[in-house]
């Protein structure tokens, strides 16, 4: 590659981010060069457990423990299976620092997380967008709903999202193919919670990207075929990742260059100009340093990586970090704070099933602090639930339990029927929950990131309720044996990690404007979950893609007038 050729962008980053603005900037003609630290992972080739059934994997879908080992930390035994570990980085090869706990789940490859992602859909209200004024917290956001609707329109149409149109203030409907099903008890518990709860409170079925009708434009997808082996990667396209979607179609303009094992360390900023000039990079096979020019930049490489390449984009004008005039990059670090509910037992329903694996579940759309009725003295803001039923019987496959004939005609039968949800709140964007750079470095000789995050009263306050709340309406549904939970939960563990590059009015507080530019570097555009100045309740995959393409289109617009020439 010509190092002293100059792009119209550099995108960096080709997870749901990068992808959708990979996609937009082509589109508009722009020659784009975008950036993977990665290795290259092509759409249905690269996908090699995608077909393989449990028996065909030699440890029962568990790492062996050498590999699971990898993925542990002082701090966390979570491991990927067999299935999907080859999507994940590991903490020996890509270690990270934690002055408090912090579980950083990462995709190095194209693609990145929108290859795993869980795929729930949902949109911002302006009770989202004015909750930190209305609160007097972080930093009021510089757009409300009615300036992202359109964009949430683009990307749902283009996505292709299912779901059931409620008509709620808090959840805005969407442009949705058809839902797919619940099941009879999850039914049981939707009419359950109509009948006995005079506070809004209902459930639907979860609004996922998966494709359950046609959408347009969307070469080699094909409907979702009720596997539930997304995270694999998915042959027939039936549910939306950059690789069968977004990187395709920016291919397909012929104004895309894509660069893999790419590792962005650094934005190079010119003191004359004020903008940026390109990006520098450490080839992560060879170790070669080497420099990209570009008239633009985008900023996808997930929140705290793109984090880390701020706070590394030193400079004369920015000895903190790249447009850091506040102190406040880094900053403001929020996630979903989840793993609490409850579970229960059902009785009768012995004569039904479901049919397939269905890659969805139930949503409880959050009912808290709405309105006077709703409000609650304990904390601000609210949660939601994701949930669902089926029929297990795991006991059976206990080898001390049964053997021979007996345990396969067990194995044959379904159990009884259970029921369970899983709460996420909302995190506040406290300014001392953040990232800096570590004095350690990694084997490219980068800092390592440190994370010092953590819940607060509200958050713990708040899940105390969320737990209560799950109990309560599967006990008023009948169900039996309820069990509430409140899990080891550790922030980054939702893996919806987001902030600390806010997005605001003001460069004084804040870090981007509401195009998602650098205030002071407007040609720097960040839009990945970095920008975000609040959390919502809601799965923020959605907001990223429409504020993305939105910012994408800006950025067009503001090329061809010549308003972000360096």
């Known amino acids: 590659m010509n190092q002293n050729e100059t792009y119209d ?17 082509c589109e508009n003609g722009l020659k784009t060069l975008v950036l993977e630290r990665g290795r290259m992972v092509e759409h249905i080739k690269d996908y090699p457990t995608m077909n393989k059934d449990d028996w065909d994997f030699p440890y029962k879908g568990q790492l062996p423990l050498a590999e699971k080992q990898k993925f542990h930390h002082e701090n966390s035994t979570w491991a990927p299976g067999e299935d999907s570990a080859h999507f994940f980085a590991n903490h020996v090869d890509h270690p990270y620092a934690q002055t408090k706990p912090f579980s ?39 757009v409300r709903y009615k300036d992202i609707a359109p964009w949430y ?25 058809p839902p797919m099903q619940l099941n009879c008890v999850e039914k049981e518990l939707q009419e359950s919670l ?13 609004r996922s990207a998966n494709l359950t009708g046609v959408v347009p434009d969307q070469e080699g997808r094909a409907p979702c075929q009720y596997r539930n082996r997304c995270k694999r990667g998915c042959p027939f396209g039936g549910y939306f990742s950059s690789n069968s979607s977004t990187l395709p179609a920016a291919e397909r ?44 930049i985008f900023l996808c490489a997930s929140t705290m990586a793109s984090l880390g390449i701020l706070l590394q984009s030193k400079s004369k004008r920015y000895p903190n970090g790249l447009g850091n005039d506040s102190g406040l990059l880094g900053k403001g670090i929020m996630d979903h704070h989840f793993q609490v509910g409850a579970n229960a037992k059902v009785k009768g329903y012995l004569n039904q099933y479901y049919k397939g694996r ?58 009884n029927w259970q029921i369970g949800m899983n709460g996420f709140g909302e995190f506040l964007p406290y300014d001392d929950n953040k990232v800096t750079l570590s004095e350690k470095r990694d084997q490219w000789g980068l800092p390592l990131l440190d994370f010092d995050i953590r819940l607060k009263e509200n958050e713990y306050n708040m899940r105390k309720d969320m737990q209560e709340q799950a109990k309560k309406m599967l006990e008023l549904a009948g169900f039996e044996a309820i069990n509430g939970y409140d899990g080891n939960y550790k922030p980054g563990g939702a893996i919806h990690e987001m902030g600390g590059a806010r997005m605001g009015h003001d460069p004084k507080t804040s870090i981007v404007n509401k195009h998602n530019q650098i205030h002071t570097v407007p040609n720097v555009y960040v839009t990945d979950g970095s920008f975000m100045s609040s959390s919502s309740c809601v799965n923020p995959s959605l907001t990223y893609m429409a504020f993305t393409a939105r910012a994408a289109s800006h950025a067009a617009t503001q090329l061809k007038t010549g308003k972000l020439a360096i």
Do not use: C
Not at 9 to 25: D, F, M, Y
Not at 110 to 125: A, D, F, K, L, P
Not at 155 to 175: A, C, F, M, S, T
């Open 153 to 177: 329109e683009k990307v749902e149409r283009y996505i292709g999202v299912n779901g059931e149109k409620l008509g709620l203030k808090q959840l805005p409907d969407g442009h949705f193919l």
């Open 253 to 296: 303009t012929g104004n895309m260059t894509l660069r893999p094992f790419s590792i962005v360390y650094e934005i190079i900023y010119d003191e004359v100009t004020q903008r940026a000039q390109g990006v520098r990079i450490i080839d992560a096979e060879t170790h070669e340093k080497m420099e990209f020019k570009a008239k633009v």
């Open 104 to 142: 950083w789940l990462r995709g190095y490859h194209v693609g990145g997380r929108s290859i795993t992602w869980g795929r729930q859909s949902y949109r911002w209200s302006d009770i989202d967008f004015g909750a930190n004024k209305k609160d007097g917290i972080g930093v009021d956001w510089p």
């Open 194 to 206: 109509s009948r006995t709860f005079d506070d809004g409170r209902l459930l639907t079925i979860g």
């Open 358 to 415: 269905r890659p969805n579940g139930f949503y409880i759309p959050r009912f808290v602090n709405l309105d006077e009725k709703t409000q609650r003295k304990e904390y601000i803001r609210g949660f939601g639930y994701q949930g669902g039923a089926g029929r297990h019987n795991w006991s059976i496959s206990i080898a001390e339990a049964s053997y021979g004939t007996n345990l396969k005609e067990a194995i044959m039968k379904p159990g």
């Open 9 to 25: 962008a550099i995108v960096v980053g080709t997870g749901i981010s990068g992808g959708w603005a990979a996609k937009e900037l």
